[in-house]
């Protein structure tokens, strides 16, 4: 009788101190995963925000390419990997043209890295090269919306249409009046020396309807 | 009866010595977790610095305009080489950007601060909406110690970054900003990159 409660009492003890010893391990591990799940957030912030800034410079870097260079992106900028202290991501860029749109490009960067990947995308607009040999057409039918620019253009066009094949580029880049006309004259003096005969627009001819006549014919002769 | 009568002294020696090693081991480990979080905390907080002074600077050059209206500042970008030797560029330039001036037009300069004397140190932008005010600066990486930029000239071939941007009746294509800090300095990696702008897209 004495002996078998004195036994029935140690089993009760041991049993308590296991229970107590689970209980405590259990809490420990709720405590520390939440905090090893905290610190795993945390690092995984950083390295996502750290590719995001590379991303931005990314499409920073594709920004200002223009039309030729967009709708064929130099190999420099399709892929790579970032220098130090950022050798750990590396990049990989994809252009495609818009369909339906006029010289819109849609642009996107994967930036991969430390296990995440962060992908940014943006529409990039850059407009197209003209025809500007056949220009004398296209210039007589684009007519005032492009005024003191467009009339130049128009009248230095025919003389080098034979010369060169008449193939200007605009490059679109015209911002604010008074930059755009004065680069017009320089190039207008550029194509009359024998270079490449550019006329440039700037964003307000780009909505004009003569743009839009010159843009509109090579695009219904592809489509 | 003698069963109950308690723990002998081993038996609490031995108690005693296991439950130390235990608590020697949960705190070890507790240390280098926390030592793991206040490091993490650490990297986080410097991404971040290292993400807003960038996307300052983006947003007010992306905001670049050749002139001030007013002829209150043009877009002027000096070579520190060609100064006589100062190690460091500058850049003025108008931005339609939201600035700490809350008004529609600011002349920014940025430029290193070596002067021992002026309360700013490292990369400063001095913000000005007229000439005749007071200009209010800002420091944006005190750590700075160096400062190149570059620029993109407009026409459609050329690639090549010139040291300054003077005189010219058009803005760049675009800006590459480049920070020197000292070596084994805090900055955060991020402003160790080079800040490259689109202007005016």
New interface residues.
Partial sequence: M?FSF?ES??GFVLLEAVVALAIIGLV?IAL?ST??S??RT??K??VL??A???A??RI??I??L?Y?DLSRLPDSLVAGR??P??DAFEWTTVVEEMEDEYDLFGAEVVVNGLGESFPLRTLV?APRPVLTGGATEAGRRGGEPAVGRGGRGGDAAPGRGGRDGGFG?D?G?G??G??GR??GGAQVGRGGRGGGGRIESNEAAAVSPAMTAVRTTPASGVR | MRMRAGFTLIEVLVGLSVSALALTAGFAALSFVADRASQAEAATVSALEGVAARELLVEWLTGARLRAPGNTGSFQGTDGEARGGMPDDQLMFPTTARTPLHVRNTVVRLYIDRDDETPETGLVAELTERIQDEPRRFELVPQAIGLDIHYLPEAADAFEWLPDWLGRNQLPRAVELVLHVAPGDTVPPLLRYPIRVALGR
């Fill in positions: 004495t004195s009492r140690r420990a520390l905090t090893s905290q610190l945390a690092s912030a950083t925000l750290t995001r800034s590379l931005e410079d920073a870097a920004r200002f223009n030729d970032f220098p202290p950022f607009h580029r490059t880049a911002r604010g008074d930059a004065g680069r």
